[in-house]
């Protein structure tokens, strides 16, 4: 078990080609053609435990919990939690408050920027969902707290496994993302319906992104760029 602050995540790295095609991804997505492009990692350098109370910060879990015993012994708020989460197939260990939201806590203390957006925050648009034991959640509605023992996936992990770069080249090929704001969840979805049906039908395909929102009115491209990353993947391409 480590702590976030010395654990890398995984992302597609900056490469020139298709780039512009799915910068939406919330992955730092730039990316190149095949022999180009590879899967690089980012380390989360900027995470430190801080005390709720009097703010100061620690780089461990351990000294926060001795420096608030020490110093705020009566404090109303009690000690801060910190939870052990397995996201992209690392395990953590990051502070969170009792309230946070699985998005709130990969944002502020994973580092993760792109793979759960913030849009409604309401559980009503999906740009925040994210797998969780391979079924698609809503991270805005879904406290950090439950998923301890669970296997978190995030766009930038789907992204960083070669076995779905076809579906990254799909979605950069078909333009299907365009704003960006809705794509990371989309995407996580999309892996979903893939491990699911195999090849699915277009219909199975809308019916599952039926809860994913997009403004710009990308979705006939999502069912292009499945429909065809799902067959490239099966061929083993």
């Given at each position: 078990?480590?702590?976030?602050?010395?654990?890398d995540?995984?992302?597609?790295?900056?490469?020139a080609?298709?780039?512009?095609?799915?910068a939406?991804?919330?992955?730092?997505s730039?990316?190149?053609?095949?022999?180009?492009?590879?899967?690089?990692?980012?380390?989360?350098?900027?995470?430190?435990?801080?005390?709720?109370?009097?703010?100061?910060?620690?780089?461990?879990?351990?000294?926060?919990?001795?420096?608030?015993?020490?110093?705020?012994?009566?404090?109303?708020?009690g000690?801060?939690?910190?939870?052990?989460?397995?996201?992209?197939?690392?395990?953590?260990k990051?502070?969170?408050e009792?309230?946070?939201?699985?998005?709130?806590?990969?944002?502020?203390?994973?580092?993760?920027?792109?793979?759960?957006?913030?849009?409604?925050?309401?559980?009503?648009?999906?740009?925040?969902?994210?797998?969780?034991?391979?079924?698609?959640?809503?991270?805005?509605?879904?406290?950090?707290?439950?998923?301890?023992?669970?296997?978190?996936?995030?766009?930038?992990?789907?992204?960083?496994d070669?076995?779905?770069?076809?579906?990254?080249?799909?979605?950069?090929?078909?333009?299907?993302?365009?704003?960006?704001?809705?794509?990371?969840?989309?995407?996580?979805?999309?892996?979903?319906?893939?491990?699911?049906?195999?090849?699915?039908?277009?219909?199975?395909?809308?019916e599952?992104?039926?809860?994913?929102?997009?403004?710009?009115?990308?979705?006939?491209?999502?069912?292009?760029?499945?429909?065809?990353?799902?067959?490239a993947?099966?061929?083993?391409?």
């Open positions: 078990m480590t702590d976030v602050s010395r654990r995540f995984f992302k597609v790295g900056g490469i080609g298709l780039a512009a095609g799915v939406g991804l919330g992955i730092g730039v990316l190149g053609v095949p022999e180009e492009a590879v899967a690089e990692t980012v380390t989360v350098t900027d995470f430190v435990y801080t005390c709720p109370v009097c703010g100061q910060k620690t780089a461990d879990y351990e000294s926060l919990v001795a420096h608030f015993e020490e110093a705020h012994p009566d404090a109303n708020c000690i801060p939690q910190c939870a052990t989460l397995n996201i992209n197939g690392n395990e953590i990051v502070q969170v009792p309230q946070w939201t699985l998005r709130e806590t990969l944002l502020k203390a994973c580092g993760l920027h792109g793979g759960a957006r913030e849009m409604c925050d309401r559980g009503g648009c999906g740009s925040c969902t994210v797998l969780i034991d391979g079924v698609p959640a809503l991270a805005c509605t879904t406290l950090a707290v439950q998923c301890e023992g669970k296997q978190i996936e995030t766009s930038e992990g789907i992204a960083a070669e076995r779905y770069r076809p579906l990254v080249e799909a979605y950069a090929k078909h333009d299907a993302a365009q704003c960006g704001y809705c794509t990371p969840g989309q995407f996580t979805v999309a892996k979903y319906i893939i491990e699911k049906y195999g090849e699915p039908t277009e219909e199975q395909i809308r599952e992104l039926a809860g994913n929102i997009c403004r710009c009115g990308t979705y006939s491209r999502h069912v292009k760029a499945i429909t065809e990353a799902a067959a993947i099966k061929g083993g391409n």
